[in-house]
């Protein structure tokens, strides 16, 4: 089985550019899924944590998905998101609510979360950029399956022990476990492409509003109270401006009342509610795309006076995305 690597070779296997790239894996294959866990463990209090990734995509179906959880210092957080076309899934938890594309662009989510990476370097992302070549030079023992082309090389010295998954000719790395002896911490990363990646894409559940929300202190003019929303770059799910109404509300008796209401793509409007208050909302579309999207302006003006708020009722989604009161 000429195949099979002895222990030099799996050393220049690792230590060669690229032995884990997985920024060209997901330029050579159409759909990829790439899983990492890392679990921590300190001693001194006891504490346990960890944070595990699990990002794939079928470039031929044109769906992602980017999945993390971490649980660490008191922090739970269990978060998913499948972009299919116009729809999306975003998962919080074990419960899933649909999103919405008005301009779905198929994006390959590992190039996407290196892209963010690099313009933000202290964020949380996926240890993708994992390097094998630290395991170089330490005493292997290699099995391997002919049929399968399957090979698993473990390796231990005094600090860690070592579990190395590789497929095929010529050899590909898909699988990395490694166990901190010291102090009980470990690392996975698993990869898996073809047949063995799959996502699901669920249908008929609760729909979630736009995360589009005003400033919780609006500008306070010399006649006028303002409110304005400008639209960040991150700002990837495009929305019809027929779908979004906004709000001019007012409390009257303890109760929250909507003085005034204007559907996005009727702006440029302005209208006077039941007290005699005029209410104006302007719409800057930024890239003059006709939907709402990145880089667009949203503005809220009235007269009124007292407690006054701005809010934004999700026709689409049957729900308020926020409110902010003054």
């Known amino acids: 089985?000429?195949?099979?690597?002895?222990?030099?070779?799996?050393?220049?296997?690792?230590?060669?550019?690229?032995?884990?790239?997985?920024?060209?894996?997901?330029?050579?294959?159409?759909?990829?899924?790439?899983?990492?866990?890392?679990?921590?463990?300190?001693?001194?209090?006891?504490?346990?944590?960890?944070?595990?990734?699990?990002?794939?995509?079928?470039?031929?179906?044109?769906?992602?998905?980017?999945?993390?959880?971490?649980?660490?210092?008191?922090?739970?957080?269990?978060?998913?998101?499948?972009?299919?076309?116009?729809?999306?899934?975003?998962?919080?938890?074990?419960?899933?609510?649909?999103?919405?594309?008005?301009?779905?662009?198929?994006?390959?989510?590992?190039?996407?979360?290196?892209?963010?990476?690099?313009?933000?370097?202290?964020?949380?992302?996926?240890?993708?950029?994992?390097?094998?070549?630290?395991?170089?030079?330490?005493?292997?023992?290699?099995?391997?399956?002919?049929?399968s082309m399957q090979q698993i090389a473990t390796a231990t010295d005094d600090t860690v022990n070592v579990i190395l998954e590789i497929i095929g000719e010529p050899p590909s790395l898909v699988g990395v476990q490694m166990y901190n002896v010291d102090d009980g911490g470990s690392f996975r990363l698993d990869v898996a492409t073809g047949d063995e990646v799959t996502i699901d894409v669920k249908q008929g559940i609760e729909r979630l509003p736009t995360s589009l929300t005003f400033p919780s202190q609006p500008y306070l003019l010399q006649d006028a109270t303002e409110w304005t929303i400008v639209l960040q770059p991150g700002f990837i799910l495009e929305i019809e401006p027929s779908e979004l109404q906004i709000h001019g509300l007012h409390t009257e008796e303890d109760s929250l009342i909507t003085a005034a209401s204007i559907t996005i793509s009727e702006a440029p409007a302005n209208i006077t509610d039941d007290r005699g208050h005029w209410w104006s909302l302007e719409w800057n579309d930024a890239d003059m795309d006709k939907l709402v999207s990145s880089g667009d302006r949203i503005t809220l003006r009235t007269d009124a006076e007292g407690t006054i708020g701005a809010g934004i009722w999700d026709i689409w989604a049957d729900g308020w995305s926020g409110t902010a009161f003054n």
């Open 1 to 147: 089985m000429c195949w099979v690597l002895d222990e030099e070779e799996l050393d220049d296997f690792l230590s060669a550019p690229g032995a884990l790239d997985v920024l060209a894996l997901a330029d050579a294959n159409d759909r990829l899924r790439v899983s990492t866990l890392t679990e921590v463990y300190s001693s001194a209090d006891g504490q346990a944590g960890s944070i595990s990734w699990d990002v794939a995509k079928d470039d031929t179906l044109q769906i992602s998905s980017i999945g993390m959880a971490i649980s660490l210092a008191g922090t739970q957080m269990d978060t998913e998101e499948v972009v299919a076309g116009n729809v999306t899934n975003i998962r919080v938890g074990s419960a899933w609510f649909e999103g919405r594309d008005a301009k779905p662009e198929h994006v390959d989510p590992f190039h996407l979360l290196a892209l963010q990476a690099a313009s933000d370097p202290l964020g949380t992302y996926p240890p993708f950029g994992f390097d094998p070549s630290i395991f170089s030079g330490m005493d292997w023992t290699i099995t391997a399956d002919e049929i």
